[in-house]
Each structure stands twice: as C-alpha cells, then as structure tokens.
C-alpha cells in the first residue's frame, strides 16, 4: 500500500506541473475533500476540486517543488514550495500537504500554507 499511495501522489503533483487539469482531478477520488490543516473546507468532491483549480492552472510561473516527503502506509506528507503569481506579483509559499490515499486515489488532503515570499 505504501508504494501505491506515494505513486498517487507523484502522479497528482506530475500533473499539478503539467497543469494537467484532467490527470490531476483524476488522482482525486469522486467524493475526495480539500481542506486546511484548521478544518476549513476548500473543496468537497472532484468537480469542486477541479474547478477550485482551474483559475490556479492559468498561471504562468505556477511550480511546486518537492522538498521532502514521508509515506506512513497510506498516508504520504508533504512539504513544497509553490512558486505562483500572486497579485502583487511573482512570488512563493511553503506548503505542508497530507494526503489520504484509498483504493488508489486521494479521498482527502490537508494543508498548511506558510511563509509566503513576493519576489522582488
């Protein structure tokens, strides 16, 4: 199962990259929730989280690098820093993400976003 959930994840992070909006949503389960660490919901479902990401896609310098990862049987952490365009221009945020990984997809990811940087 270990190998199973990290080979889910990579897939859904390969695909964030590509902004490969169909490959992405696909690593999401049907009934998959998005939520911050604090217990707000971002998204319930894969039609939420697919559309909640489409405006993101659209960004140009839009990149999340890996900086570490931990797989706990099918729970896989990780923490990554996303390069985005933000309003106030190009910048970064620090993204600590837990995955819930069954029957071969995401069926729920926390996060928790910190140190966020404007590029001057």
Known sequence: M??????VVQAQLDAYNQKDIDAWSNTYAPTAVQLLIDGTVLARGRDA??????ERF???DLYAKLISRQVFDN???DHELITRN???GKGS??????YLVE???ICRAEF??????IFK
């Open 49 to 54: 989280i697919k559309a909640n990401i489409a």
């Open 58 to 60: 659209k960004e140009p």
């Open 75 to 77: 729970v896989v952490v």
């Open 112 to 117: 928790k976003v910190f140190n966020k940087i």
């Open 2 to 7: 270990t190998y199973n959930a990290e080979h």
């Open 86 to 88: 933000f309003d106030e």
């Open 103 to 105: 029957n071969s997809v």
């Open 93 to 98: 945020v620090e993204m600590l993400c837990i």
